[in-house]
């Protein structure tokens, strides 16, 4: 059996340093693509590109995941940004709206992780929380994750993955407010935040609001990769 293809979006900064060079980048934490051969897949890396041109990139994937990063447009579910909300980054926003479009549309298997679950539930048309305090690392320092515990909600995709209560890393300081009308929520923080959201059905679409990428559990992405797997 091949190793299934998985695609992971990246971040495109207008400014990256690496030796003497400091020109923009696509770029993504290794930890991203490092999971993905952990779990037993092959990770292919896709920059921002036309949204026109997302249907064709699908095609050639096992399977997509859709990476954490900056905050989605609040215009793209009816708000105005709030005063901690970041700035907005319109080309990342329309290629991965089009690549989850065309996962879903051709049945590819898609996970979500953070901004990626958050834009699953936008693209669906439901709504986010522009902020929320408590889920980024030890008392809010930047660039240091956090670990909270999650439950799952019994009977979901996400319980048949991982169906007891487990800390994940955790940084994001955004979450979602109005479900989609389409997803159900899977897991869910003491705090009542929703931690995992999923299609029901047979289209393998799941989120999870935390980094599976930064810590050691390898279901979320094992459960990705042996869907994609099945071609």
């Known amino acids: 059996m091949s190793v299934p293809l998985i695609g992971v979006t990246t971040y495109l900064e207008p400014v990256a340093r690496w030796g003497v060079w400091e020109l923009p980048a696509a770029l993504l934490p290794s930890a991203y693509p490092r999971l993905v051969q952990r779990s037993g897949g092959l990770a292919a890396l896709l920059s921002p590109d036309a949204p026109a041109r997302a249907a064709a990139a699908v095609a050639r994937l096992d399977g997509l995941v859709i990476a954490g990063g900056a905050d989605v447009e609040p215009a793209r579910y009816g708000a105005e ?16 709206l089009a690549l989850l479009d065309a996962a879903l549309e051709s049945g590819t298997p ?9 834009l699953m539930n936008v693209a669906l048309g439901g709504t986010l929380v522009q902020h929320l305090d408590g889920h980024a690392g030890p008392h809010g320092k930047a660039g240091v994750l956090g670990e ?6 019994p009977g979901t995709r996400y319980a048949s993955i991982v169906p007891e209560e487990s800390a994940v890393p955790t940084y994001h300081h955004q979450a979602v407010d109005r479900l989609a009308p389409d997803l159900v929520a899977s897991a869910h ?3 009542g935040t929703v931690e995992a959201v999923e299609l029901p059905g047979s289209r393998w ?9 930064m810590g050691d559990d390898l279901r979320v992405m094992q459960a990705l990769v042996t869907e994609a797997a099945r071609g």
């Open 81 to 96: 940004p709030g005063p901690r909300t970041g700035p907005p980054n319109r080309e990342r926003d329309a290629w991965e």
């Open 205 to 213: 679409a799941l989120g999870v609001q935390w980094h599976p990428e």
């Open 148 to 153: 909270h515990p999650v439950t799952p909600v």
């Open 110 to 118: 898609v996970l979500g992780i953070c901004r990626g679950m958050q």
């Open 189 to 191: 923080a003491a705090d």
